[in-house]
C-alpha cells in the first residue's frame, strides 16, 4: 500500500523569496517519488523524481527536493519564486517492487505575488 | 517532435450516453496510460497499456475500458456516463512501461456529463 500527502493545499509567496511545498509519503516498498505541476488548463508537466540514487535531486526550473526516507518526506524548494511559478503542484508516489500504480497527492497551489 | 495529443479538448455529453476519447503519443512512445482528474477525487490512475495490451488498472468500474492499436495510439471509452465522469481526463506516453520511468502528459480532453 502506498499514500502521499500534501501538506498544504496553499501556498503563498512573494516574487523572489523562497517556495517550500511539502510533502509526505508512505510505500510498502522502496518507493519513487515524482514532482510534477499543471498550469491552468494543461497537461501535468515533470519537474524532477527521485529513484534510490542521490537523496538531493534537481529538476527543471531551479527546483529541487530532497528524499529523507527517516522523515518519509519529499519536500520541493526552489530558492526564489518567479510570477511564473504560480501553478498546481502535485507530489506523486510509485513503488518499484509493487505494479508501479501512481499514486497522486491532492495538489498544492502555489500563488506568487508581486 | 511533437507531444502528446489529445482529441477532442472539450466534451458534452447526456448521462447514459458513452464516450470515446483519443490519444496520440510521442513518436516511438510505447506506453500510454489514462488519469481522471476531479475536484472531489483528484489526480486518480484509470490503466496503462503497453504493445496493445492492458498492464495495469486502477480502482475503476468496468464502464471505464481502454485499448491500444499497433501504432500506440490509445483510445479511453465510457459507457453508460454518469454525472459524477465529470472530469479532466488526462493521457500520458512513455517509450517503456511502468510510471517509475518517466511519463510526458498531454493537455486532457474535458468532459462535461449532463
Known amino acids: 500500500a502506498q499514500s502521499v500527502t500534501q501538506l498544504d493545499s496553499h501556498v503563498s509567496v512573494s516574487e523572489g523569496t523562497p517556495v517550500l511545498l511539502r510533502c509526505n509519503y508512505s510505500s510498502s516498498y522502496s518507493p519513487s517519488l515524482f514532482w510534477y505541476v499543471q498550469h491552468p488548463n494543461k497537461g501535468l508537466q515533470l519537474l524532477l523524481k527521485?529513484?534510490?540514487?542521490?537523496?538531493l535531486v534537481k529538476g527543471i526550473n531551479g527546483f529541487e527536493a530532497e528524499f529523507k526516507k527517516s522523515e518519509t518526506s519529499f519536500h520541493l524548494t526552489k530558492p526564489s519564486a518567479h510570477m511564473s511559478d504560480a501553478a498546481e503542484y502535485f507530489c506523486?508516489?510509485?513503488?518499484?517492487?509493487?505494479?508501479?500504480?501512481?499514486?497522486f497527492g491532492r495538489g498544492t497551489s502555489l500563488i506568487v505575488h508581486p | 517532435k511533437a507531444g502528446v495529443t489529445q482529441t477532442p479538448r472539450y466534451l458534452i455529453k447526456t448521462r447514459g450516453q458513452q464516450v470515446t476519447l483519443s490519444c496520440s503519443p510521442i513518436s516511438g512512445h510505447r506506453s500510454v496510460s489514462w488519469y481522471q482528474q476531479t475536484p472531489g477525487q483528484g489526480l486518480q490512475f484509470l490503466f496503462e497499456y503497453f504493445s496493445e495490451t492492458q498492464r495495469n488498472k486502477g480502482n475503476f468500474p468496468g464502464r471505464f475500458s481502454g485499448r491500444q492499436f499497433s501504432n500506440s495510439r490509445s483510445e479511453m471509452n465510457v459507457s453508460t456516463l454518469e454525472l459524477g465522469d465529470s472530469a479532466l481526463y488526462l493521457c500520458?506516453?512513455?517509450?517503456?512501461?511502468?510510471?517509475?520511468?518517466?511519463?510526458?502528459f498531454g493537455s486532457g480532453t474535458r468532459l462535461t456529463v449532463v
Open positions: 506523486v508516489v510509485s513503488a518499484s517492487g509493487g505494479s508501479y500504480i501512481p499514486t
Open positions: 500520458a506516453s512513455s517509450l517503456v512501461e511502468g510510471f517509475n520511468y518517466g511519463y510526458t
Open positions: 527521485y529513484t534510490s540514487a542521490a537523496t
